[in-house]
């Protein structure tokens, strides 16, 4: 089955920085990938997902890019601000449109 | 928060007792989800279906079963809780036209003692 692996764990950033939180997945045949906030106590919020198709999309301060060759993808987070701070997790969506995450980073933005 | 409610929102049982979750959408989508998330795993899917009485295993299914007699319902049950079962089970949906996004419920919490 498919594998997601994330890193991050954590990570820790001065408001204003840029976050960058990598993801692996080992199934070649993988053609969405989502990324999900949540924040302390709350359900995961899609905030950015990516098809196989593309290369790069962004979303104002948030962008993901996906290199297929490598089964790697990234979301990059300019201008970090205190309410960016959650964990953020990747997914890859596979056979039968069952969706595997990662096992999330936690952003945390400094003051 | 796209129509998703899930109940209860907190739970506690003890070991060796039946318990059933209720996930329930008004968005009338056809595919529906259960996860579970556990610290350092991130969130696992448990089972998934794509219609009504239509229903299929996911990645750590064990100990679980589901039941969709209607499309707004969607319904876990833990047959014999153990401790193991001790986490928080979030409930998705994703419509037929876009069936790849999926939208998750507030979650419920539960503790099995």
């Known amino acids: 089955g498919e594998n997601v692996e994330q890193h991050p764990s954590t990570l820790s950033v001065q408001e204003g920085d840029s976050a960058v939180i990598k993801c692996t997945y080992s199934?070649?045949?993988?053609?969405?990938f989502p990324w999900y906030k949540q924040e302390l106590g709350k359900r995961p919020q899609l905030i950015i997902d990516?098809?196989?198709?593309?290369g790069e999309k962004k979303d104002q301060r948030i962008a993901v890019t996906l290199n297929k060759t490598a089964k790697h993808f990234s979301l990059h987070i300019t201008e970090t601000q205190p309410e960016d701070s959650a964990v953020y997790f990747c997914?890859?969506?596979?056979?039968?449109?069952?969706?595997?995450f990662g096992g999330g980073t936690r952003l945390m933005v400094k003051p | 928060d796209a129509g998703i409610t899930q109940s209860p929102r907190h739970k506690v049982t003890e070991t060796g007792t039946p318990v059933t979750l209720r996930c329930h959408q008004t968005?009338?989508?056809?595919?529906m989800y259960w996860y579970r998330q556990d610290p350092g795993h991130g969130l696992r899917l448990i089972h998934y279906?794509?219609?009504?009485?239509?229903?299929d295993k996911g990645e750590v299914s064990d100990g679980y079963s589901v039941s969709r007699s209607k499309t707004e319902d969607f319904l876990l049950t833990l047959e014999s809780a153990t401790s193991s079962q001790t986490s928080v089970y979030f409930c998705?949906?994703?419509?037929?036209?876009?069936?790849?996004?999926?939208?998750f419920g507030p979650g419920t919490r539960l503790l099995v003692l």
């Open positions: 199934d070649s045949a993988s053609n969405y």
């Open positions: 998705a949906i994703s419509e037929s036209g876009r069936k790849e996004t999926q939208y």
């Open positions: 279906s794509y219609g009504v009485k239509d229903t």
């Open positions: 968005e009338n989508h056809r595919y």
């Open positions: 990516i098809r196989s198709n593309v």
């Open positions: 997914a890859a969506r596979h056979a039968g449109n069952m969706l595997t």
